[in-house]
C-alpha cells in the first residue's frame, strides 16, 4: 500500500516551458486534491476533485489546469510556466464527505519545481 | 474559520509525553479542531481531529476543554522521528484547508 505517490520528485523548467504532474492513489479514496506551499504563504489548494471525471477550482487555479480521467490518478498541467510558480507541490488524496470537502487528508510527498 | 494561536517552539525530552496547546478562542460550534504535522521536507500528515468529545488514536491523543476555547495535542511517548511542525486548524467544511505558522517541535535524545 503506497497510499499517494508523486512524480517527479524534482524539476527544473525554464519559463514558457510546460509540464504535467502525476499524483496517484492506491487508498479508492474519491477526492483527490493539488496544493502549492510557499514560505510565508502556507499551503493553497489549487484544484481539486470530488470523483473521476469532476474537477473544480481551489483558491488559487490561475496557470494550472487538471484532469481527473481515472480514480486514481489525479494530473496538474502547467501550460506555459512561470517564475511565480516556483513553488513546493502537493498532492493529496481523501474519502467523500458528500459535497463538503473532507479535512482527514493523506498527502504526498511533493514535487519541488523551480521555474527560472 | 476560526484562528488559531500555537506557541512558535517547543522542546521535548524522547520518551516523554509531548503536550502541544493550540488557542481556538473564536471558535464557532460546527467548526472541528484537527491537527497536522510536517515533517522537514515532507508532506503533511494527518493526525487526530475532534468536535467536542476528546479523541485517541494510534498516533495522538486529542483533549478539548469543556468551553471548546483550546485544545491539547498529546503525543505519549515522543520519539526523535516526532520532530516536526504541528498545525492546530479549527474547520466546518466549507472552506479549503490552509496551515498557520504552527508550533515547531524539537524532540531531543
Known amino acids: 500500500n503506497a497510499g499517494v505517490t508523486q512524480t517527479p520528485k524534482f524539476r527544473v523548467l525554464k519559463t514558457g516551458q510546460s509540464m504535467t504532474l502525476l499524483c496517484a492513489q492506491d487508498?479508492?479514496?474519491?477526492?483527490m486534491y493539488w496544493y502549492r506551499q510557499d514560505p510565508g504563504m502556507g499551503l493553497r489548494l489549487i484544484h481539486y476533485s470530488v470523483g473521476e471525471g469532476t474537477t473544480a477550482k481551489g483558491e488559487v487555479p490561475d496557470g494550472y489546469n487538471v484532469s481527473r480521467l481515472k480514480k486514481q490518478n489525479f494530473l496538474l498541467g502547467l501550460e506555459s510556466a512561470a517564475p511565480s510558480q516556483t513553488s513546493v507541490y502537493f498532492c493529496?488524496?481523501?474519502?467523500?464527505?458528500?459535497?463538503?470537502?473532507?479535512?482527514?487528508?493523506?498527502f504526498g510527498p511533493g514535487t519541488r519545481l523551480t521555474v527560472t | 474559520d476560526a484562528k488559531t494561536t500555537q506557541p512558535t517552539s517547543m522542546d521535548c525530552a524522547e520518551g516523554r509525553a509531548a503536550n502541544l496547546p493550540c488557542n481556538h478562542s473564536t471558535i464557532s460550534g460546527n467548526e472541528y479542531v484537527y491537527w497536522y504535522r510536517q515533517i522537514h521536507s515532507q508532506g503533511p500528515q494527518y493526525i487526530i481531529h475532534g468536535l467536542k468529545n476528546n479523541e485517541t488514536n494510534e498516533m495522538a491523543s486529542l483533549i478539548i476543554t469543556e468551553d471548546r476555547k483550546s485544545s491539547t495535542l498529546i503525543l505519549p511517548h515522543a520519539t526523535l522521528r516526532d520532530t516536526a511542525v504541528y498545525y492546530c486548524i479549527a474547520l466546518s467544511g466549507y472552506s479549503t484547508l490552509t496551515f498557520g505558522k504552527g508550533t515547531m517541535l524539537l524532540v531531543s535524545p
Open positions: 487508498m479508492n479514496h474519491e477526492y
Open positions: 493529496a488524496s481523501s474519502y467523500g464527505q458528500g459535497l463538503r470537502l473532507s479535512y482527514e487528508q493523506y
